[in-house]
Structures are given as C-alpha cells and as structure tokens.
C-alpha cells in the first residue's frame, strides 16, 4: 500500500477519476495505490468462490459485486473498497447511490467484508476494524495468508491467521484461526473452510 497524492481529494473527485479502477482506494482524502499481487488475488478469488457456494447453499439473497466501493461517512472523503464484499440485494433500494454507482453507504446493505491482508496490515487491524463496527457490518474477515500482521494482533511466533470478527453490540469480538483449523462463521454456518483451502499453490 502507498500514499501517492501530496494533495487531499474530494471523495466525488475521487470518484470521478479513480471509481472504476479496483486499484485505488481514498482514506481521509488521500488516494491509496493498494498494489494488489497474484498471489493475493488467488487468495481472494479463492475464498469468494467458496463464500458464494455457501451463500447459493443457504438461498440467501445475496451476491458479491465484481466491484463495489464502501463510503462509510458522509463528511469524511473515504472510500474503502474491500477484497470481498457480500451484499444484501433485498435492501439495495434504499442505497442513494446505487443505480447509478456501485457505491454502497449504508451499513446495512453489508453483510460481510473480507480484507486480505499486505503490507498495510495496520489498517486492516486497526482502522478497519472500527470503521466496519461503526457501519454495523455483521462480519468482517481478516485473511493473513502470510502471517504479516503485528504479534499484538496475530501473536507470537507470527503464522498466517484468519480472524473472524462478529459484531455483538457495536464492537467485534475476534476469533482466530490457524492452519488445519476449520473456520467458523456465524454469517454462514455451513461454510467448510480453512484457510489451507485458500492459500496460493
């Protein structure tokens, strides 16, 4: 993850000029070239196909956009755009921006959110996680394929880790998994994942 812009930008010019490219994101004004790798889209490719067996397996009304940007405050020029998101379609009506951008602001069209984690690790920690909770997202993952996070976080020695946080009330509580383990998620109980599942070969 960069910072490339030495001027702040409008969250309407940022979508003007960076809305359709998956690269960018903006956070309090600043453009984010997220550098995304092949192996980090193997992993999120991954884990959306599996995501979408248990959405179709559970008949939920839900979908994950090909692309989607979050604009979690209407005063603050941020546009998340996670690796994963899964929407409620029954809800979309109410989105003020959706028939003409792929623009969600409403917490409650969210269901789930997946980060995967590179070298901005302190966001998807930190930041992300209350930005998420404040939006009321149910579900927020935190794919750390290749265990880069701090040892406060993942602890210690350091290994890939998948945490699953579950909103309760308006904070997330955390779950933690290894390798081998079979992940589970309240959003989708019948999800069968691990996160060997997903890794890159």
Same mark, same amino acid.
């Given at each position: 993850?960069?910072? *490339?812009?030495?001027?702040? #930008? +409008?969250?309407?010019?940022?979508?003007?000029?960076?809305?359709?490219?998956?690269?960018?994101?903006?956070?309090? /004004?600043?453009l984010i070239d997220m550098e995304p790798t092949g192996p980090h889209e193997t992993?999120? /490719?991954? &884990?959306? @196909?599996? *995501?979408? #067996?248990?959405?179709?397996?559970?008949?939920? !009304?839900?979908? #994950?956009?090909? @692309?989607?940007?979050?604009? !979690?405050?209407?005063?603050?020029?941020?546009?998340?755009?996670?690796? #994963?998101?899964?929407?409620? $379609?029954?809800?979309? @009506?109410? $989105?003020?921006?959706?028939?003409?951008?792929?623009?969600? @602001?409403?917490?409650?069209? *969210?269901?789930l959110v997946v980060e995967i984690v590179s070298t901005n690790w302190e966001t998807?920690?930190?930041?992300?996680?209350? $930005?998420?909770?404040?939006?009321?997202?149910?579900?927020?993952?935190?794919?750390?394929?290749?265990? &880069?996070? /701090?040892?406060?976080?993942?602890?210690? !020695?350091?290994?890939? +880790?998948? +945490?699953?946080?579950?909103?309760?009330? $308006?904070?997330?509580?955390?779950?933690?998994?290894? &390798?081998?383990?079979?992940?589970?998620?309240?959003?989708? !109980?019948?999800?069968?994942?691990?996160?060997?599942?997903?890794?890159?070969?």
């Open positions: 993850m960069a910072y *490339i812009s030495s001027k702040t #930008i +409008t969250f309407e010019d940022f979508l003007a000029q960076y809305g359709d490219n998956p690269r960018y994101e903006l956070a309090d /004004g600043e992993v999120g /490719g991954k &884990l959306a @196909t599996q *995501i979408g #067996i248990a959405i179709t397996a559970a008949q939920f !009304p839900w979908f #994950i956009p090909r @692309t989607c940007l979050i604009h !979690p405050f209407s005063d603050i020029a941020t546009a998340r755009r996670p690796d #994963i998101v899964v929407l409620d $379609e029954a809800v979309l @009506t109410s $989105e003020p921006l959706w028939e003409q951008e792929p623009v969600i @602001t409403l917490g409650r069209s *969210i269901k998807d920690y930190a930041r992300k996680v209350e $930005e998420y909770a404040l939006l009321g997202i149910p579900e927020y993952w935190i794919v750390d394929y290749r265990g &880069l996070g /701090g040892v406060a976080f993942i602890g210690k !020695p350091k290994q890939p +880790t998948f +945490t699953v946080c579950q909103l309760i009330g $308006e904070e997330y509580q955390q779950t933690q998994y290894r &390798l081998g383990q079979l992940i589970h998620s309240p959003l989708l !109980p019948n999800l069968q994942l691990r996160l060997d599942d997903i890794l890159p070969r």
